[in-house]
C-alpha cells in the first residue's frame, strides 16, 4: 500500500497549495487590540532606549565641550590679566598717575609712603596674587569704601576732592563697570553655547567603486560588465530628509565647535530585474539580490530545489536606510549686524539603524512577498566628513533663525563584501530656529 | 495565513486563535528576521510554530489510536484516485484528524520535516512519529478513496 502514499501526499499537498482564506474582520480587529495594548508597550520602551542613549551622549558630549573650551578661556583669561593687571589698576585713577603713584607723591618720605591697602579697606583691592579683573560688586563696594573710610589728609586737595565728591564715586563706578563689569569686557573670550533644531531635504547620489574580488561580473561573464554601472542603471535615489538638533560651543569670536544628533533617511526605488541562483555562504542554493547597499538571498517557498542557473523576476523594489550621525565639526563665526555666517567643516560618526527592503518575487505559481529590515553585506557603521553653512539672522537677543546648506560624504564605504564598495554623499537644504545661552 | 492556520486547526475558530497568536508572535520578533529566505516562510513558520503550542498544551488529549472502524483489507485493494479534488473536502478530512496525526501528517508532508525533526518539535520519539503518519495516511486514503468509489456509483446510476 506504500506506494500509494506518495500519491496521496501529492493530492493534499496541491490542495493544501491552492487552498485560500481570509481571518473575519473581527479577528483583526482583535489582533489590532492586542498589538495595542501588548506590543505598544515593547515598541515605546524600545525608543526609549534610543532615546537615553541619545541623551547620555550629548551629556558626554557637552561636558566634554565644556571641559576643554574651559581650560582654553582659563589660559587666555591668565594671559589677559598678567599683561594687563598694570593697566587695570590705572584705570581706577580714571587716566590720572596710579593711586598708588599718587599716593606715594603726596608723601615724599618713601618710607612714610602708605600701601592702598591702608587707605582702603584689604578685601576692597583683594591679595595681590589674584588677577585683577574687578568682579561686578567691585564698583559697588568702591562706593560703600568712600562712603565709610574718610579720605586721608595725606592725599592732596586735589585728589582728595575726586575721592570725597559723589559724583567722582559715581564716575569711578562707572569707568569702573564701563571697563570691567561690562560682560564682553569682562572676559572677551565669554564662550556662548547654541541650541539649534533644524530639518532639510537631501538630495541624495553615491560614489559605487567595483570590489574586484567580489565582483561577479567582471570576474566571471566574458562580457565583463560593470557592476558598478549596473547598479546605477537600475537604482534611482528618491527624496530624503534629515533632522536633529546641533550643538555649538563659540570659543571666542572668531572660532566655535558644533556637534549634534542628525538622523537621515534615504529612500532608493529598483526597477525590476531578473535575479540568479547562487551558492549561500552555508552551502545551500538561493536567489541573490544585488544593490549598492548590500545584497540578500532569498528562497521562494516552491517544491522544486532551486538549482544553478536558475533565475526568478522580481517586481520594483523599495529601499530605505536610516542612519544616526554624530558631527564633530569646527566653525568660523562672521558677524556684521543681525547676519552672522557659520562655515563649519568636521567628521562624522555615522550608525545606520535600519535597512528596509521590500519587494515581490514571480514565479509561475505564486508570487512572494519579501520584505527585508537588514541586509547582507552593509555595515553598521562608518566615517564621513561634512560641511554646512550656517546663515544665521538674529530675531531676538538670544533667538535667530537659519537657512542651512550642507553637504556630507562616507569616506570610508558602507559595504563590505559586495560587488561594489559604496560611498553615499548628499547635498542639503534646510532650516533651523536657534536659543543662544 | 489563514490558510495556513486552517490545515493545523480541528476548525475556524481554533485557526483564528492561532491567526492571532502568531500575528503577535511576528511583530513582537520581526527584528529577529535573519534574512535567510522570504519574508513569507517566516510567517509561515512562525504560525505553524503558534499552531503547535497551541495543540502541545492540549497534549494529553492528542493521544488517539487508529479509528478501529477502518476497513485494513479495504486498505489493501488498488484504490482509485479522482483526477482532482476539491481543496475545501479535503481540508475538512485532514481537521477531521486527531491533533496529533494531523500535525505530523501537516509538518512531514506540507512542511517537508523529516521525522526526527518532528519527534523533536512534538516531543515524541521518532517511532511514534512515523507510527502517526502512517495512520494519518491510511486514514486520509480511505476517505478519498470511498469518496471516489461513492462517486462513481452516482456517475453509474445517472
Redesign the interface.
Known amino acids: 500500500?506504500r506506494k500509494?502514499?506518495h500519491?496521496?501526499?501529492e493530492?493534499?499537498?496541491?490542495?493544501?497549495e491552492?487552498?485560500?482564506?481570509?481571518?473575519?474582520a473581527a479577528?483583526w480587529e482583535?489582533?489590532s487590540g492586542?498589538?495595542d495594548r501588548?506590543?505598544a508597550e515593547?515598541y515605546k520602551e524600545k525608543y526609549l532606549l534610543w532615546k537615553r542613549a541619545s541623551l547620555t551622549l550629548l551629556l558626554l558630549l557637552s561636558f566634554a565641550l565644556y571641559e576643554i573650551t574651559s581650560v582654553q578661556v582659563q589660559k587666555k583669561s591668565s594671559l589677559a590679566s598678567i599683561g594687563s593687571a598694570p593697566n587695570k589698576k590705572a584705570d581706577l585713577s580714571i587716566g590720572q598717575p596710579t593711586l598708588n603713584a599718587r599716593v606715594a607723591n603726596d608723601n615724599s618720605d618713601p618710607s612714610q609712603s602708605k600701601t592702598r591697602t591702608e587707605y582702603f579697606p584689604p578685601d576692597l583691592f583683594g591679595s595681590a596674587n589674584e588677577p585683577q579683573v574687578a568682579s561686578p560688586i567691585a564698583g559697588r563696594e568702591l562706593n560703600l569704601a568712600l562712603q565709610y573710610n574718610p579720605v586721608p589728609e595725606q592725599i592732596n586737595p586735589a585728589t582728595k576732592n575726586i575721592f570725597s565728591n559723589k559724583s567722582s564715586g559715581e564716575a569711578i563706578n562707572r569707568n569702573i563697570s564701563a571697563k570691567f563689569i561690562d560682560p564682553d569686557n569682562i572676559n572677551p573670550t565669554r564662550p556662548k553655547w547654541t541650541l539649534s533644531a533644524f530639518a532639510s531635504s537631501e538630495w541624495a547620489g553615491y560614489r559605487l567603486d567595483n570590489d574586484p574580488p567580489n565582483n561577479i561580473a567582471s570576474s566571471q561573464n566574458q562580457n565583463k560588465e560593470d557592476e558598478a554601472d549596473l547598479i546605477n542603471a537600475r537604482e534611482r535615489h528618491q527624496s530624503s530628509y534629515s533632522t536633529g538638533i546641533f550643538v555649538s560651543r563659540q570659543l571666542d569670536t572668531k572660532w566655535g565647535l558644533k556637534s549634534g544628533l542628525i538622523f537621515s533617511q534615504t529612500s532608493i526605488s529598483i526597477i525590476p530585474q531578473e535575479i540568479y541562483a547562487t551558492q549561500?555562504p552555508d552551502g545551500s542554493m538561493?536567489f541573490k539580490y544585488v544593490m549598492s547597499s548590500g545584497y540578500?538571498?532569498?528562497?521562494?517557498?516552491r517544491r522544486r530545489p532551486i538549482m544553478v542557473g536558475d533565475s526568478i523576476k522580481s517586481a520594483a523594489a523599495q529601499h530605505q536606510f536610516t542612519t544616526l550621525t554624530l558631527p564633530m565639526m569646527v566653525s568660523r563665526y562672521f558677524t556684521k549686524g543681525r547676519v552672522t555666517l557659520i562655515p563649519s567643516v568636521g567628521i562624522s560618526l555615522n550608525y545606520i539603524t535600519r535597512a528596509r527592503f521590500e519587494t515581490e518575487?514571480q514565479t509561475r505559481r505564486r508570487t512572494?512577498?519579501?520584505?527585508?529590515?537588514?541586509?547582507?553585506g552593509m555595515k553598521d557603521f562608518y566615517v564621513g566628513a561634512l560641511g554646512d553653512m550656517d546663515i544665521r539672522y538674529a530675531i531676538g537677543s538670544r533667538w535667530s533663525i537659519s537657512m542651512l546648506p550642507s553637504f556630507r560624504y562616507a569616506l570610508t564605504p558602507i559595504t563590505k563584501d559586495n560587488v561594489v564598495r559604496t560611498f553615499p554623499y548628499s547635498f542639503s537644504l534646510g532650516g533651523a530656529l536657534s536659543y543662544t545661552f | 495565513m489563514?490558510?495556513v492556520c486552517?490545515?493545523y486547526a480541528h476548525n475556524r475558530e481554533e485557526?483564528?486563535e492561532i491567526?492571532?497568536d502568531g500575528?503577535?508572535r511576528i511583530?513582537?520578533y520581526?527584528?529577529t528576521?535573519?534574512?535567510?529566505?522570504?519574508?513569507?516562510?517566516w510567517i509561515?513558520s512562525i504560525m505553524v510554530s503558534a499552531a503547535l503550542t497551541k495543540y502541545r498544551n492540549k497534549s494529553a488529549r492528542m493521544w488517539v489510536v487508529m479509528d478501529p472502524e477502518i476497513d485494513e483489507d479495504e486498505?489493501?485493494e488498488e484504490?482509485i484516485?479522482a483526477s482532482s479534488?476539491d481543496?475545501?473536502e479535503?481540508?475538512k478530512l485532514?481537521q477531521k484528524l486527531p491533533p496529533m496525526y494531523r500535525l505530523v501528517?501537516n509538518l512531514y508532508?506540507?512542511e517537508g520535516y523529516k521525522h526526527k525533526q518532528i519527534a523533536s518539535l512534538l516531543d515524541i520519539s521518532e517511532g511514534t512519529s512515523k507510527s502517526n503518519l502512517h495512520d494519518a495516511?491510511?486514514i486520509?486514503?480511505r476517505s478519498?478513496v470511498v469518496r471516489e468509489q461513492i462517486a462513481q456509483i452516482r456517475i453509474k446510476t445517472i
Do not use: C
Not at chain 1, 11 to 16: D, L, S
Not at chain 2, 33 to 40: A, C, L, Y
Open positions: 500500500m500509494y502514499w500519491r496521496v501526499d493530492i493534499f499537498g496541491k490542495a493544501q491552492a487552498y485560500q482564506d481570509v481571518p473575519s479577528n482583535k489582533i492586542a498589538l501588548g506590543d515593547a549561500t538561493a540578500i538571498y532569498v528562497k521562494p517557498n518575487l512572494t512577498y519579501v520584505f527585508l529590515t537588514r541586509l547582507e | 489563514m490558510a486552517m490545515w485557526a483564528e491567526l492571532q500575528f503577535l511583530f513582537k520581526v527584528h528576521f535573519n534574512r535567510q529566505g522570504s519574508f513569507e516562510a509561515r486498505l489493501f484504490p484516485f479534488y481543496e475545501k479535503l481540508l485532514v501528517f508532508v506540507f495516511r491510511k486520509l486514503q478519498i
